[in-house]
């Protein structure tokens, strides 16, 4: 099993990030290479289309509205990876003064080496927190 997380600060009430950030159909709204987000399963789903026309499906395993965090699985996605499953979480900085948002994953690696796998989700990670902070900027 192999994990990743990227996490980063921003000077924004963490309650305001997760207003954003919080519903699990929300990744268009800050995430640019995923412009579309269809819910089933009574909200327990996620259709997600990448900017290629790609399709990711993934589903709600936990969600805990107080704590700002929600836990999602991979059901059908083009990545070399099984049991994946990722945590999003919004938290107040120490300081009291902003949020620190937290996507963590692990995943068994499916054909490729580790840190490959690895390398994938924390750019996936990264890359998805920068556009949140240009999300949250503007």
Known sequence: MATTTA??????????VWQ?????GSLPDWLPYIPGS??????????LTNEEGGVIVERLEAFDHEARTYTYSI????FPVTDYRSTL?????????????E???????????????V????GIYT?????LRRTLAG
């Open 7 to 16: 996490s980063l600060d921003v000077p924004v009430p963490a309650e305001r």
């Open 20 to 24: 954003l950030i919080g519903g699990f």
């Open 38 to 47: 269809e819910l089933g399963e009574g909200g327990r789903v996620r259709t």
């Open 75 to 78: 059901v059908r996605a083009p």
């Open 89 to 101: 979480t919004v938290r107040e900085t120490p300081d009291g003064h902003g949020a620190r948002v």
């Open 103 to 117: 996507w963590s994953g692990t995943f068994t690696p499916a054909g490729v080496p580790d840190q490959e796998a």
């Open 119 to 122: 390398d994938l989700f924390h």
């Open 127 to 131: 890359d998805g927190l920068a556009a």
